[in-house]
C-alpha cells in the first residue's frame, strides 16, 4: 500500500492495522521523548523535519504538551501540567538564550533547562538554540 499499511496473507484483502498505532508513536517520539520529570524535546530529528510543529501530546508525569514548534534557530513550547513541579526540559543541542522569568539553565549542562510548573497553568518557553554543524545532529 502507499500509506505505510500492509496486508497479510493469504492476499492484500486482509488489512492489517499495525502501523495505525505504531506510526504515530514513532513519529511522536521523534520530537517528544518523556519520563517523569524530564522532557526531551527534538530528540531524534531526522533532517526532512528540520522545523516542524505539532500539538496536544501527553508526556509522562501528567504534563501536556499543548504546543512544540521548532526550528533551525530554536525551540517554542507550552507545556501544562497537572500538579505543581519542576520539570528538566533537554535539547540535542546547547541552549544559547532562554525566554522565559520561570526558568533557568541546570548548573553544570548547557543542553538542558529546569522550569517550574503550576497546577492547571499554561507555562511558554522559548529557547534558542546553537545550530546544527554539517554531519552532526
Known amino acids: ?5 500492509t ?25 517528544v521523548q518523556s519520563e517523569p520529570g524530564v522532557i526531551a524535546l527534538i530528540p531524534a530529528l531526522p533532517t526532512e523535519l528540520s522545523s516542524g510543529s505539532v500539538r496536544g501530546i501527553l508526556a509522562k508525569g501528567g504534563i501536556t504538551v499543548e ?22 526540559l533537554k535539547l540535542p543541542r546547547p541552549i544559547l538564550s532562554i525566554h522565559d522569568e520561570n526558568a533557568s539553565l541546570t548548573s553544570g549542562s548547557s543542553d538542558e533547562v529546569k522550569v517550574h510548573l503550576l497546577a492547571g497553568h499554561s507555562q511558554r518557553v522559548a529557547l534558542s538554540i546553537k545550530k546544527a554543524t554539517i554531519g552532526a545532529q
Do not use: C, K
Open 1 to 5: 500500500y502507499g500509506n505505510l499499511m
Open 7 to 31: 496486508a497479510h496473507d493469504p492476499g492484500p484483502g486482509i488489512f492489517n492495522a499495525d502501523v495505525s498505532g505504531g506510526l504515530p508513536d514513532l513519529i511522536t517520539r521523534l520530537v
Open 67 to 88: 504546543s512544540l514548534e521548532w526550528n533551525a534557530d530554536g525551540v517554542d513550547t507550552t507545556l501544562r501540567s497537572s500538579g505543581d513541579q519542576d520539570v528538566m
